[in-house]
Each structure stands twice: as structure tokens, then as C-alpha cells.
């Protein structure tokens, strides 16, 4: 945003404009005030709140890493129509993934208000590399693949070969077109815009020629910028076309599609700053059938501008810039029934003065010299930001104001985002070419005009984490369906949960908030299941479409002479590995967490027993009987089973209550597990290794079930090998929320003698995954220099309360020669 203007005026409403708006149509005045478009912009309202849409983004302290460092993110798990904090999800998924596919990590990071932070561990055995960050929700797996967040990164192992440049076929290329308005249409001027890629993907600039059947001449055409460009053609009726391109020495030829002889053409005009105008052109058929023309136009799904009127065969419409959010606008022309008819795509670019800035008291230090960084903001309401001073400066152009604006809401790989947010001429021909080819993955108004519900087979997690799985016989490979499950912790107190699974076997768990591993067992509900079965965790079979980005194909040829020059340097690799990971330097101890919530939890035993307090009893049957009073034992076809009763106590006497259930055993928890083959516990439960049993007493009802009472023994050594549990395939070692850890740096002020001996090889200075500022507002970040004498670059990037991303950089030296 630029210095002075304030956030709020930065942004459009996202209400509908009503009352009239006096359009140059051929005479006639267009209208927004209609049912017809009250029924769409509503429509439109009802798919965001039914089908809510989320976006992440990542900041990573660098791009690129030595096998061994560590990768410092920050997470922002945002609402994708206006970039505020979602309302939905908390946790948000990043996994590390190799050039193939591979998981090498998975964090589960939980955001507040939006914001959470992670690290990962590089192992000091990873082959260099390219390398992906892919980042989602499990409410996002609803929708297309193409709504994940992905970064690539690259990782430098000085045991690894030279790193070599990405092999691809520098002989192969393809073309795709994209008549403006989606249709070529017959006996009509037609902008048609074209992409010509490599085997990479990447944009090639090309030269060559449009010819009909005749082999005549109709066009000239050269790319713009990036592969992309536009030519105009009038194709004639059944006349075909082909592109004639020059490339290494060859001449390569394309189709051109077939044109449509009824259809409306749909062109925008991006050269006026203060107006963007809409030229309808339809054909006499398509006139003859149509009462009136409807156009929409919104921003991620926010609708700026409204309107109708009679359909002609020729009428611009001029709508005020003013009226047009940052980003990429769709407009859409629908006929009187509210069906699509032609759609285009307008970037806005966002203003690119940002009203946060970074002063500091000098741009050169010393080594281990204090640092004192000032951030101010003009800004008009509060906002957030992730901070980095790094010695590697950014790869590429990407930040959170390409990715929110323009990556995000486009498929494919986005060339050079960055040069697209300026507002000149040259950016904006090539914005509006990029607008021309490549789709809109989050909006179609056919799919929200469609009655048939989506299927939304993933909850969001946003009461903690979500555990969907499958029960796997073992005998036949086949998933256990139609079946009451029941979840609960290995070695934990007595705690379930039920599902019923799903026709392919799935059943799903709502899991509060826990941290780091817990061993979750599930098994069919009044069945001992022990050793039957395999439980497989989603995370096993979740099917990814990987896509690799080569990284080389994003660097520049000097950032690769840096890594290239870099590897070399062992020293500086060794003495980093070495310290880095290991000393207090750079490490804080990651936060503990012990809580672990299930669901139905019980109250407070009305029996406890721990048995190292009484005379040793034989096994656990004498210990139900001599002292628990409130519980026995009978047969129940053949077999144990335990029941709990309620006493009273009487003067000079003790009454046994029978409740109506005493035909009904009772269940019983082993380590929080249910057991229901009580006599393989009698029989292998060895009595010295009961730590307590607790008795929970009373009819218990939970989902559709009633239990009658509760009997629950705990072990005193858990990791027992004999342990009736042990090697069972119902349970697995499940990750919930991922411990963190805090970026720390030395302080030198102080005088440690130890700590000065070590060498300080940081090339991460400082790091804060969240700084929250006030409007008009400034703080102040202290930390230390290294031993390291370089450039180091400061990147501040983060959103605004109402959704306005920004980013900010600066520069600081440290050189030997400074005090």
C-alpha cells in the first residue's frame, strides 16, 4: 500500500452496489437491482458459507539449506475469499517431500487466530536436492489439490555430486489457446490468447504465423513476456486454422480450435487507469434468443459490481476501477436465466507501497555486535508478521502478496509473480495475457448454479485433530465396514470414542488437542479383536498428486554460482552441522505438553485400589473379591465376566444395592484399552504389575450405546514385554500437534567466557514467526551478530487485521573491520 493511505481505504466493500448505474449500452440504462441477479450474488454468498474456502502460507526463514539445518516456518491458515483468519480450521498439515514424493516429515501445526510455527530437522544424511513444502487443511482435501499451498526449497550436501543443471528436453513445447471470453465465435473480431511452455513448464518466447486453408497469412504473432501473448483473428465459417511457430530451426504447427457460430465475445480493456471497460459483442442468433444480459463481477468470490439490461448485438460497459479489488477480478456475462455465458479475468495489481517500514541505526556491524531493528506503522488497524534476517538472500520473486493475489487463485506454476504487481504498461499487457491462460480453480458458476450437493467426506479440525482410519483383516486384506468402532489411548485412564464405518471401511475420530506421539487404539465394539487385524492411519493411504517443480529452474545463474561456491567451503558446513543442532546457541528446549482428551471421559472412580497398599493376593480375580466390594464375577456363556454393583452403608451392617442392570457386565479398560475377553486377562496379568484398579459404578450412555459401569486397571510398567498388549495391530503411534521449538541467539553482552570460545556460525540471525503491531504503532527487535562476515537480509511479510498482505526487506553488513 502506498505511504499515507490507510488499509481501509485499500479495500472495496464487499457489499453489492444497488440503485442504478448509468452505463454506456447503445442507449439503454443497465440495472443491478434485479431478482435475477439478487438470485446469482446470493447463490454465489450461500456456495463461500456451504463450501467455505481456505488458503495457507508459508514463510520459511530461507530457500535454501544445508542438509543438517534446520527450516524455520510460519503457517497463515486464512479464509481465501478475504484473507482474514479462517474461521474454521486450526491445524494446519506441512509435509516435507523429496523429488519423488516421498514424506521425509509431517508437522501438525495448531494456528491462534490464524498463526502457528514449526521447524524441521533436516538429517545431515539428506541428498541434495530439490525438495517440496506442501501445506493443507484437512477441510481443503474436500476440494482440488490445485488449493494447497506448495514451496519448493533446495537442500546443499557437501557429500553429495555437483549439483547439475535439471535435464529436460529442450526439443519439446506445446501451445495452448484461449479465445477471450472462452469461445471462438464465427464473423467476429476474436482476441485469442496464447501460451507456449517446455518440458518444464516454463515459458518460451516465439515467433510465427497464423495461416488458413489457403495458406495465407492472417496473423503475425510474437510472445509478450514468458510464453505468453495474443493475436486477433475473424475466423470465417468452416475455415480451419493453424499457428506456424519457428523453433530450432524447425517449423512446429498447432490447431487452432474450431469457431462456434452462435456465442457472445467478451473483451476487456485494461488501458485506462481510472475505468475498466467491457465490450459485449453476441451474434444475431444468440440476440434473438435473449430477453436481457446479466454482468457480474467479483474478487474471490465478493461481488464489486452488478448489473443488467437488454441484450444488443454491441454495448461496452465502463465499470470504475475504484469499484475493483486487488487481486483477480471475474467478470461474467449470463443470460436472463442466470446461466454463464462468456467469463474473463481481470488482475488488479495492489498498490505496492507498504505503510510498515524497518530503519535500524547503521547498515554495517561488527561481528557479535548488537542489532537494534525499529519497525513502524502507519497502517490504519492492527496487523501481523513473520520475520527473518538471513545471510542467504530470497530465490525467485515469491512472497505473500504474489501468492494471496495472484498465485493462490490461478492453476500451474506463476513465472516471475512479482513483476505482474506493478502498475505500468508492460505489466499490465502481460497480467492481462496471464489472465488469458491460465484458469480459475476456485470459482465456476456452473458448479454453484448445480443443485447436486458436493461430497465433503473431510471434517475440518477445529476442535483438534481428526483421526480417520481403517481396520484391516489380515487374513482376507479387506477393510472391516459396517461396523461400531472404538477408539481409545494405549496407557492412558479409561476414555473412547465411536464411530460407525463407511461403506469403503473409513471411520472417523474427533481427537481434542494433544501433542506429539501417542499410541491410539481402535477395535469393534463388544468384540475382542487382539491380533486380528491392522489399523491403517489416513496418512497411509491419503492419495497426493505430487507434482515437482525442478528448484534450478527458479534460480537465478549467480544464486547457483553462491550454492556452487558454498559447498565447498567445509569448514563452515562442518563447524555449522556441528554446533547448530546440538548447543543452546540455537536451540530451546521444545514445549512439553501431557494433555490428552479423547472425548467421553469418566468422572471420578467411586473405587480405587492399588494393591502394593494390601497384603499380595494371588492374581486379579482374588483382588475383584477380597477388596472391592462392589464388584463380582459370574459366567456369562461359559466365560469371566466382571459386574459392578452400588452398597450402602447401614449401621452395624453394609447392603449391596442390585440395580435393574445387574444381568449386564460391566466393560472393562486395560491401559485405557477395552478389553472384552475378560479371562485372557485373568489368566495373563501378572499380579505385581497392577498399579491400581479403579471401579466406575452407574448406567453410562454415550452416542447410541449404554455401558453398565466401568472397571479399569492400569499397570505399573508399561513397557512390560510380557504385557498382554504387546505387539497388538489394533493400535498405532499417532502424531498430534507438533512440539516447537523457539529460535534463540546468544547474548554478548554477557560475559561467558565458554560461550565466547565457541564459534557463532549462524546464518540466521534472528527469527519471530509472529510480531503482532498496533495501527500507527512501532517495536523495537534486539539480537546479535555471528561470527559470519556477509550481507544478511531482512524480510518482513504478513497481513494486515482485514486481510491486507504486505511485505517489507531491508539490508544489513557485518564486516570484520567494525568495532
Given at each position: 500500500m502506498?505511504k499515507?493511505?490507510?488499509?481501509?481505504?485499500?479495500r472495496?466493500?464487499?457489499k453489492v452496489i444497488?440503485?442504478?448505474?448509468?452505463?454506456?449500452?447503445s442507449?439503454?440504462i443497465?440495472t443491478?437491482n434485479?431478482n435475477?441477479?439478487k438470485?446469482?450474488i446470493?447463490?454465489?454468498?450461500?456456495?463461500?458459507?456451504k463450501?467455505?474456502?481456505?488458503?495457507i502460507?508459508?514463510?520459511t526463514?530461507?530457500d535454501?539449506?544445508?542438509?543438517?539445518?534446520?527450516v524455520?516456518?510460519?503457517t497463515?491458515?486464512?479464509?481465501?475469499?478475504d484473507h482474514t483468519y479462517s474461521?474454521?480450521?486450526?491445524v494446519?498439515?506441512?509435509k516435507l517431500?523429496?523429488?519423488?514424493g516421498?514424506?521425509?516429515?509431517?508437522?501438525?501445526?495448531l494456528?491462534?487466530?490464524g498463526v502457528g510455527h514449526?521447524?524441521?530437522?533436516?538429517?545431515?544424511?539428506?541428498s541434495?536436492?530439490?525438495y517440496?513444502?506442501?501445506?493443507y487443511?484437512?477441510?481443503?482435501k474436500?476440494?482440488?489439490?490445485?488449493?494447497f499451498f506448495?514451496?519448493?526449497?533446495?537442500v546443499?550436501?557437501?557429500?553429495?555430486?555437483?549439483i547439475?543443471?535439471v535435464k529436460w528436453?529442450?526439443?519439446e513445447?506445446d501451445?495452448?489457446f484461449f479465445?477471450?471470453?472462452?469461445?471462438l465465435?464465427e464473423?467476429?473480431t476474436?482476441k485469442?490468447?496464447?501460451?507456449?511452455?517446455?518440458?518444464r513448464g516454463?515459458g518460451v518466447d516465439?515467433?510465427?504465423?497464423?495461416?488458413?486453408?489457403?495458406?495465407?497469412?492472417?496473423?503475425?504473432?510474437?510472445?509478450?513476456?514468458?510464453?505468453?501473448?495474443?493475436?486477433?483473428?475473424?475466423?470465417?465459417?468452416?475455415e480451419?486454422?493453424?499457428?506456424h511457430?519457428?523453433w530450432?530451426?524447425?517449423?512446429r504447427r498447432?490447431?487452432?480450435?474450431e469457431?462456434?457460430?452462435?456465442?457472445?465475445n467478451l473483451r476487456v480493456?485494461l488501458?485506462?487507469?481510472?475505468?475498466?471497460?467491457?465490450a459485449?459483442n453476441?451474434?444475431k442468433?444468440?440476440v434473438?434468443?435473449?430477453?436481457?444480459?446479466i454482468?457480474?463481477?467479483h474478487?474471490r468470490?465478493?461481488?464489486?459490481?452488478?448489473?443488467e439490461?437488454?441484450?444488443v448485438?454491441?454495448?461496452?460497459?465502463?465499470?470504475?476501477r475504484?469499484?475493483?479489488?486487488?487481486?483477480?477480478?471475474?467478470?461474467t456475462i449470463?443470460?436472463?436465466?442466470?446461466?454463464p455465458?462468456a467469463?474473463?479475468?481481470?488482475?488488479i495489481?495492489p498498490?505496492?507501497d507498504?505503510?510498515l517500514v524497518?530503519?535500524?541505526?547503521?547498515?554495517i556491524y561488527g561481528?557479535r555486535?548488537?542489532?537494534?531493528?525499529?519497525?513502524s506503522s502507519?497502517?490504519?488497524?492492527?496487523?501481523?508478521f513473520?520475520?527473518s534476517v538471513?545471510?542467504r538472500?530470497?530465490?525467485?520473486s515469491d512472497n505473500i502478496?504474489?501468492y494471496?493475489?495472484?498465485?493462490s487463485?490461478?492453476?500451474?506454476?506463476v513465472?516471475?509473480p512479482?513483476f505482474?504487481l506493478?502498475?505500468t504498461d508492460?505489466a499490465?499487457?502481460?497480467a492481462d495475457?496471464?489472465?488469458?491462460?491460465?484458469?480459475?480453480?476456485r470459482?465456476?458458476?456452473?458448479q454453484?448454479g448445480?443443485?447436486?450437493?458436493?461430497?465433503?467426506?473431510?471434517?475440518?479440525?477445529?476442535q483438534?485433530?481428526?483421526?480417520?482410519?481403517?481396520?484391516?483383516?489380515r487374513?482376507?486384506?479387506?477393510?472391516?465396514?459396517?461396523t461400531?468402532f472404538m477408539?481409545?489411548q494405549?496407557?492412558?485412564?479409561?476414555?473412547?470414542l465411536?464411530?460407525r464405518a463407511?461403506?469403503?471401511?473409513?471411520?472417523?475420530?474427533?481427537?481434542?488437542?494433544?501433542?506429539?506421539?501417542?499410541?491410539?487404539?481402535?477395535?469393534?465394539?463388544g468384540?475382542d479383536?487382539?491380533?486380528q487385524?491392522?489399523l491403517?492411519s489416513?496418512?497411509?493411504y491419503?492419495?497426493?498428486?505430487?507434482?515437482?517443480?525442478?528448484?534450478?529452474?527458479?534460480v537465478?545463474?549467480?544464486?547457483?554460482?553462491y550454492?556452487e561456491?558454498k559447498k565447498?567451503?567445509d569448514?563452515?558446513?562442518?563447524n555449522y552441522?556441528?554446533y547448530?543442532p546440538?548447543?543452546?546457541?540455537n536451540?530451546?528446549t521444545p514445549q512439553?505438553?501431557?494433555?490428552?482428551?479423547?472425548?467421553?471421559?469418566?468422572?471420578?472412580?467411586?473405587?480405587?485400589v492399588k494393591?502394593?497398599?494390601y497384603?499380595?493376593?494371588n492374581d486379579?480375580?482374588?483382588?475383584?473379591?477380597?477388596?472391592l466390594?462392589?464388584?463380582?464375577m459370574?459366567?456369562?456363556?461359559?466365560e469371566?465376566?466382571i459386574?459392578?454393583?452400588?452398597?450402602?452403608?447401614l449401621?452395624?451392617?453394609i447392603r449391596r444395592?442390585?440395580?435393574?442392570?445387574?444381568?449386564?457386565p460391566?466393560?472393562?479398560?486395560?491401559n485405557?484399552?477395552p478389553i472384552f475377553?475378560?479371562e485372557?486377562?485373568?489368566?495373563?496379568?501378572?499380579y505385581?504389575?497392577i498399579e491400581?484398579?479403579?471401579?466406575?459404578?452407574?448406567?453410562y450412555?454415550?452416542s447410541d450405546?449404554?455401558?453398565y459401569?466401568?472397571?479399569s486397571?492400569?499397570?505399573?510398567?508399561?513397557?512390560?514385554?510380557?504385557?498382554?498388549?504387546?505387539?497388538?495391530?489394533?493400535a498405532v503411534?499417532?502424531?498430534?500437534?507438533?512440539?516447537t521449538?523457539?529460535?534463540?541467539s546468544p547474548?554478548y553482552e554477557m560475559?561467558?567466557t565458554?560461550?565466547?570460545?565457541?564459534p557463532?556460525?549462524r546464518?540466521?540471525?534472528?527469527?519471530?514467526?509472529?510480531?503482532?503491531i498496533k495501527?500507527k504503532d512501532?517495536?523495537?527487535?534486539v539480537?546479535y551478530?555471528?561470527?559470519?562476515q556477509?550481507?544478511f537480509?531482512?524480510?518482513i511479510e504478513?497481513i494486515?487485521?482485514?486481510g491486507?498482505p504486505?511485505?517489507?526487506?531491508s539490508?544489513?553488513t557485518?564486516?570484520?573491520?567494525?568495532p
Open positions: 502506498r499515507g493511505n490507510s488499509a481501509k481505504k485499500m472495496t466493500s464487499s444497488c440503485g442504478l448505474f448509468f452505463l454506456v449500452c442507449g439503454f443497465f443491478s434485479t435475477t441477479v438470485r446469482l446470493l447463490s454465489l454468498q450461500e456456495y463461500h458459507l463450501y467455505y474456502q481456505e488458503k502460507y508459508i514463510q526463514d530461507t535454501v539449506y544445508f542438509a543438517g539445518d534446520v524455520w516456518l510460519s497463515r491458515l486464512l479464509d481465501a475469499q474461521k474454521l480450521s486450526r494446519v498439515h506441512v517431500l523429496d523429488d519423488q516421498n514424506e521425509r516429515s509431517h508437522k501438525k501445526v494456528t491462534t487466530d514449526a521447524d524441521i530437522l533436516l538429517e545431515d544424511t539428506l541434495g536436492g530439490t517440496s513444502l506442501l501445506a487443511t484437512e477441510w481443503m474436500n476440494f482440488s489439490q490445485d488449493m506448495s514451496k519448493e526449497i533446495f546443499v550436501n557437501e557429500s553429495s555430486e555437483k547439475d543443471a528436453n529442450d526439443r513445447i501451445v495452448t479465445p477471450e471470453g472462452g469461445t465465435i464473423s467476429m476474436n485469442v490468447g496464447f501460451k507456449v511452455i517446455d518440458s516454463l516465439v515467433q510465427g504465423y497464423v495461416l488458413n486453408d489457403q495458406m495465407d497469412t492472417i496473423a503475425k504473432i510474437n510472445t509478450y513476456k514468458l510464453g505468453m501473448g495474443s493475436f486477433f483473428l475473424w475466423p470465417k465459417k468452416k480451419a486454422y493453424e499457428l511457430l519457428e530450432q530451426g524447425e517449423v498447432y490447431k487452432l480450435p469457431a462456434e457460430k452462435n456465442g457472445a480493456n488501458d485506462s487507469m481510472n475505468d475498466v471497460s467491457v459485449i453476441l451474434t442468433e444468440l434473438k434468443n435473449l430477453q436481457k444480459i454482468l457480474i463481477s474478487c468470490g465478493q461481488v464489486s459490481f452488478a448489473a439490461g437488454k441484450a448485438s454491441k454495448s461496452t460497459i465502463f465499470i470504475p475504484a469499484k475493483m479489488q486487488a487481486g483477480i477480478n471475474h467478470i449470463f443470460d436472463q436465466d442466470g446461466l455465458i467469463e474473463r479475468l481481470l488482475f495489481p498498490e505496492v507498504s505503510d524497518i530503519s535500524q541505526q547503521s547498515n561481528k555486535t548488537e542489532v537494534e531493528l525499529s519497525v502507519a497502517m490504519t488497524e492492527d496487523a501481523n513473520t520475520i538471513h545471510d538472500p530470497p530465490v525467485g502478496v504474489n494471496l493475489l495472484l498465485d487463485d490461478l492453476k500451474g506454476q513465472e516471475e512479482k505482474y506493478n502498475d508492460s499490465r499487457i502481460a495475457h496471464l489472465m488469458l491462460t491460465q484458469g480459475w480453480v470459482f465456476n458458476w456452473k454453484i448445480d443443485s447436486t450437493a458436493m461430497n465433503l467426506s473431510y471434517s475440518a479440525e477445529n483438534g485433530i481428526v483421526f480417520r482410519g481403517k481396520l484391516i483383516n487374513k482376507t486384506n479387506l477393510p472391516v465396514t459396517d461400531l477408539l481409545s494405549l496407557y492412558g485412564r479409561a476414555n473412547f465411536f464411530d463407511k461403506a469403503d471401511g473409513e471411520f472417523t475420530f474427533h481427537l481434542h488437542e494433544f501433542y506429539d506421539k501417542k499410541k491410539l487404539f481402535v477395535n469393534m465394539f468384540q479383536s487382539l491380533n487385524y491392522q491403517w489416513s496418512e497411509s491419503d492419495p497426493f498428486e505430487f507434482t515437482h517443480i525442478p528448484f534450478q529452474d527458479r537465478s545463474t549467480p544464486w547457483t554460482s550454492l561456491s565447498t567451503d569448514l563452515v558446513i562442518d552441522r556441528l547448530a546440538s548447543t543452546s546457541l536451540w530451546r512439553a505438553y501431557e494433555s490428552f482428551k479423547v472425548g467421553q471421559k469418566l468422572a471420578s472412580p467411586e473405587y480405587v494393591p502394593e497398599e497384603v499380595e493376593l486379579l480375580k482374588e483382588l475383584l473379591w477380597e477388596l466390594p462392589s464388584t463380582s459370574r459366567k456369562v456363556d461359559g469371566n465376566k459386574f459392578v454393583y452400588k452398597y450402602q452403608q449401621p452395624n451392617k444395592e442390585i440395580p435393574d442392570f445387574n444381568d449386564k460391566a466393560t472393562l479398560f486395560l485405557g484399552i475377553n475378560e485372557f486377562v485373568f489368566n495373563n496379568l501378572e505385581d504389575n491400581k484398579v479403579e471401579v466406575f459404578i452407574g448406567q450412555d454415550y450405546h449404554r455401558f459401569g466401568f472397571v486397571i492400569t499397570t505399573k510398567d508399561i513397557f512390560n514385554e510380557k504385557s498382554i498388549l504387546n505387539g497388538t495391530s489394533n503411534d499417532y502424531y498430534g500437534i507438533s512440539l521449538r523457539e529460535y534463540y547474548k560475559n561467558n565458554y560461550t565466547n570460545r565457541i557463532d556460525l546464518h540466521l540471525l534472528y527469527w519471530q514467526p509472529s510480531v503482532s495501527k512501532s517495536l523495537s527487535m539480537f551478530t555471528s561470527d559470519v556477509k550481507d537480509f531482512v524480510n504478513g494486515s487485521q482485514s491486507i504486505f511485505q517489507v526487506t539490508k544489513l557485518v564486516a570484520s573491520n567494525q
